[in-house]
């Protein structure tokens, strides 16, 4: 296939949606309770899990301490080097103009905004952003339009000095100038933009965007104005400590807490800091999870009321901490890469996507959890969000006959003899590492990963082995295994099926797997998947999709890839067939997913621009709905031409959505307002313990 090339017009933009990955990401586990769901016409509501208090019943003062996976290399959340933890420090110490609630609608920020409206259409688009007066820089000068203006030149894609990371949005600005009087922004469109709630959040001061020097170098380790309920006070490269502390001019409600420290701390090591008291908030995988909850268990205890002889050790130390959960802004895929080979052929890509169960699937994740097991029906919307609609059926449900005549028709024709074997031998395979009825590569590193989709392996998606000790209680031998257990993924809806779809006859041992070829080939895709400890449960459910396309004909080669070399070299590469790997979920779809989904376009020197649509399959179609959802300003009409771009999505079977990730966050017992935030946004405030 034709190399891959930057996409020139719209590199900006795709590097938007990299940098969204780095907002959080997560696998199975029990029901840790407090999260319940509702159900309205937009889907299962799955609500925040934070230990929320009125800040009447909050603590005044203290420091929390939260882990983070690294320390920031720019608190300059535009710039292409932005991490989680620079999302993070923006949300605390800058203007967020609009931000989330619980079901990820954009809200109105009152302690920045009095309002914000489009007063025109025609011509063209104008909207109006009048600032609360109260509003001020750390050096008490206020917020004005020259912030905003500032802002939109750095961010316009017109001046290649400002090392921006996206142009997405304020490449459609003609003018910012200031209003009726000093508190008031009024902002021109040349081109509409539904999405302009997404603009100047969040806002920095004119002294990091006014010029390109400015805005690459001035806020790498600082930020000397900031306009927040914190402010950032020290950087500790040593100890990996970011500290956050009260912002002294901040108009609004204070922050409960005197400090806020961000430490730099390995997923691995994060339970044994729980016990010894050095983190109060953090994201865990799922076997610290499971630590976690069995400690705060009480032990099993025998006819005599007294522990058993043999009763494993409870780890004391993490009795007083909880896990929090809920299901995160974004979602796991299988990925199939549409440039050449068998899935060239759509009617392959949606005999792959006819052929597995995605309610099984995202059963066996979500389930032990006791979170919504229906699997995503949208590319565009979760469940729950405004404008989601499962779309689906546009692809069809879970159909092994209608997979089978699907490849007959591409023809791929059954062969009969050499290369057979059993469902039952696939899934023995599984177990010892191998997946489907292909080979499996050993581990490939490459080199370090570049900005885009994540495997979707991590936190709580993790199974992890050898686990810090905790207080003296190592690994998981303080947890019996039953705990364990409760905890893993749930494998046990791989019923042996034979390939009709229908139970093998023969005790749960499916018949032989049919081989099918073409032109003397036989039909095997290459599946990447990654192998770090991190990414057990997610191998899992490769081998779960592995067995059911077996049981069609569709043989897989497994390869197991570094985390590192996953990305670059396989997924942007184009060197895979199948792939699992998750996309963030953002309340501005129109806009933030549509270089996810444009059809690639050839560039003058014969590469292939596929933005980060990494299937590389998409259709003009497709385009023209992204284009005119993202510039219609009537919201309902706008989601409209959204929901008929993700039909067309499904129809091509390029992507396939299987599950929102969940998100499980440990918290001392006596935190509150932070935890597992799920679509919403937090209230950096309002965190503190409980009185």
């Not at 998981?476 to 034979?498: F, M, N, P, Q, R």
């Not at 933005?611 to 309902?636: P, W």
């Not at 935890?675 to 937090?682: D, E, H, K, Q, T």
Request: with cysteine; charged share 25%.
């Amino acid at each position: 296939m034709a190399p891959l090339t930057p996409p020139r017009p719209t590199r900006s933009r795709t590097r938007r949606r990299a940098a969204l990955l780095a907002a959080g990401l997560l696998l199975p586990l029990p029901l840790l309770g407090g999260c319940g769901d509702q159900r309205d016409g937009t889907g299962t509501v799955t609500p925040q899990d934070i230990g929320a208090a009125p800040r009447a019943g909050i603590r005044d003062g203290g420091t929390l301490t939260w882990a983070v996976d690294a320390l920031p290399s720019t608190l300059n959340t535009f710039q292409t080097d932005a991490d989680p933890t620079t999302q993070r420090v923006a949300g605390a110490v800058l203007p967020a103009l609009f931000t989330t609630d619980g079901r990820g609608r954009p809200q109105r920020n009152p302690d920045y905004l009095r309002s914000a409206e489009v007063v025109q259409r025609e011509p063209h688009q104008v909207v109006v952003y009048k600032l609360n007066p109260k509003a001020v820089w750390s050096d008490g000068k206020a917020l004005t339009a020259a912030d905003f203006e500032a802002q939109w030149k750095a961010l316009r894609g017109k001046d290649s000095g400002y090392w921006a990371a996206h142009n997405t949005g304020y490449d459609r600005i003609d003018r910012v100038e200031r209003g009726a009087d000093e508190h008031e922004v009024k902002v021109t469109f040349a081109r509409s933009c539904a999405d302009w709630p997404a603009l100047f959040t969040p806002l920095y001061p004119q002294a990091v965007t006014g010029s390109a020097d400015d805005f690459n170098d001035s806020a790498r380790k600082d930020l000397k104005l900031s306009a927040g309920p914190f402010r950032v006070a020290a950087r500790d490269d040593d100890e990996g400590t970011l500290t956050l502390a009260r912002a002294p001019k901040w108009w609004g409600e204070p922050a409960k807490l005197d400090r806020l420290v961000l430490r730099a701390l390995p997923r691995t090591e994060r339970a044994a800091a729980l016990a010894a008291g050095k983190l109060d908030l953090a994201d865990v995988g799922a076997a610290d999870a499971g630590r976690i909850a069995a400690a705060g268990k009480p032990a099993k205890q025998d006819k005599g009321d007294k522990p058993p002889a043999s009763a494993p050790v409870r780890p004391a130390a993490l009795r007083g901490i909880v896990v929090r959960k809920s299901l995160e802004p974004a979602y796991t895929q299988l990925a199939l890469n549409g440039a050449s080979g068998p899935l060239a052929d759509e009617r392959v890509r949606r005999a792959v996507a006819r052929a597995i169960d995605r309610r099984a699937i995202a059963k066996s994740v979500l389930g032990p959890l006791g979170l919504p097991v229906d699997p995503l029906g949208s590319h565009l919307f979760l469940s729950g969000q405004d404008g989601y609609e499962d779309n689906s059926d546009a692809l069809g449900g879970p159909d092994p006959k209608a997979a089978q005549a699907l490849l007959a028709e591409a023809g791929w024709k059954l062969a009969e003899g050499d290369g057979r074997k059993t469902a039952a031998g696939a899934g023995a395979g599984a177990a010892d590492g191998r997946a489907g009825t292909g080979r499996v590569r050993g581990l490939r590193p490459g080199p370090e990963a570049g900005p885009g989709p994540v495997p979707s392996g991590g936190a709580a998606e993790a199974d992890e082995s050898g686990a810090a000790s905790v207080a003296g209680v190592t690994g998981v031998s303080g947890i019996s295994d039953d705990d364990e257990t409760e905890y893993a993924a749930d494998d046990s809806l791989d019923d042996g099926t034979g390939p009709d779809g229908k139970p093998a006859a023969d005790g749960g041992r499916a018949a032989a797997a049919p081989v099918r070829m073409k032109n003397g080939k036989k039909l095997t895709l290459r599946f990447v998947v990654p192998v770090s400890a991190g990414a057990d449960s997610l191998r899992s459910v490769a081998d779960r999709i592995a067995r059911r396309l077996d049981a069609v004909g569709i043989g897989t080669e497994v390869t197991k890839v570094g985390d590192a070399g996953f990305f670059k070299d396989h997924v942007a590469a184009g060197s895979y067939d199948l792939a699992l790997y998750s996309w963030p979920a953002t309340p501005y779809p129109s806009t933030d997913a549509r270089p996810v989904y444009a059809k690639p376009q050839p560039a003058a020197d014969g590469s292939l621009v596929v933005e980060q649509n990494y299937t590389r399959v998409g259709t003009d179609r497709i385009d023209q709905l992204f284009d005119q959802a993202s510039t219609e300003l009537d919201t309902e009409a706008s989601r409209d031409l959204a929901g008929r771009a993700d039909a067309r999505i499904w129809s091509l079977a390029g992507s396939i959505p299987l599950y929102q990730r969940p998100q499980l966050v440990a918290a001392r017992k006596t935190v509150v307002n932070a935890g597992a935030f799920g679509l919403g946004s937090p209230r950096y405030q309002d965190i503190g313990f409980r009185k």
